[in-house]
DNA sequence: AAACCCTTTGTGACAAAGTCACATACAGCA
DNA sequence: TGCTGTATGTGACTTTGTCACAAAGGGTTT
């Protein structure tokens, strides 16, 4: 439960489901969820696991990815300020089991929710419907695209592309990532991520050191995505 | 609309919830669904379009499978009888495009529903929300292993299961697909199944012939879908 | 500076999977 | 019987994944 008018101020801003809502919403809201923090490194959520709550981030990022017999992973979503997770959504509401894992990437302030409250609110409030079903759609695409990726792609220009996204989330230029941890990202094994990445350098695309690589040419990389 | 008595009983028998509807419900349901057949072969969605109406299947079956930039497909899931489709139903609430696409794969009697219908019973009844999100939660499930699959297991494991999978659905012996059409499934190419059910033939496991194979060997085939 | 960690990256050989360009084989029908 | 379109077979080659290591890097401790 919240009560401090800053933060109730702060929420606000940061969810916009909570302006459109009406006080009686507004009220049940504040008055049933509890802040918590999550350290990184932290598992939120293991694969087979009922979910204990649903969580809203306020601030942070957790990785929600799936496990292989052989030990690979890859990446589905990450979640950040303002949203929650699907499947969680999911498993509240129908009672099945986190078809994955969830590990926290960035230390997290979120707030937290009951499953009977999700369902509560889910039957009376039409505004926090909308969030959800929002939220739904929008994983829902995130996991397709993950499907198509896979499925079609080659792994070179599936790499070529995550650089060029992941350089503009950081700091334009330098991605400070192990090549396991961008395998890990895109479904595939170390080696063959350091292979590629090695091909990119003798290409001029990039220059790889120790656990960072930067961009030295985003065209050359532009240009891998497409065609090989 | 539809009004014949004996329509309406079959249609409650087949779709449980309506058992569970009070009557505004039920009233509401069959002045506003209208019955649509579709024929073999036929498109239900392409991918990009917007959903015309939600479909609810009473009889026969649709395949609903991604397409690559090669010209390669991969099943996502099957809807049959009593189901419907969450993507069509993720469109129709958050306004998104189809991500993939449909097509009717025996030929399907359904009833259709008009997004506008659909968005005011997930306001107004409880029973449809609870269907709709159990849809949902289901789909998600088979997205997911899906996933799994493509990403972490190898082919011909896959392949094994799958046969057995089908085997099942079938008439239990034979399998009437094409290499073609398994190949499809699975996500992979012809020449991979191809070489896979030879090999498996060879091991005594199935009998191949134009257009079907017979599985000879159910355990041996289990062992194949574990190790190697 | 040297020795010692642990983590990250490199490598070569091989197996599995996907691609391409064909060659055959089969089934139904003219 | 031969024709035709679909279905399957095949070999060569590329890409991807796996395994078992070897070789740095970087930080810490002597």
Redesign the interface.
Known sequence: MISDRHQIEALTQQFPFLQQADSAFRDSFFSHVNPVSVSVGSAICDQGMHCQYLALVRSGVARVY?L???G?E?T?YRIATGESC??TV??I??G?PF??FAVCEEAIEALVISPSVVRQW??EF?VW??YL??L???R??D??????E????RVDRRLAAYLLQRARSEDGERIKMTHQAIASDL?TSREVVSRILKDFEHQGLISVSRGQLQLSDRDGLSNKTLEN
């Open positions: 799936k292989g017999e052989n690979r890859i589905l699907i499947l999911s498993c509401v129908s099945s078809p994955a889910t039957d039409p419907r909308r079903f929002g739904i759609s929008d829902l695409d996991v397709m695209s993950v499907i198509e896979i499925a079609f792609r479904g």
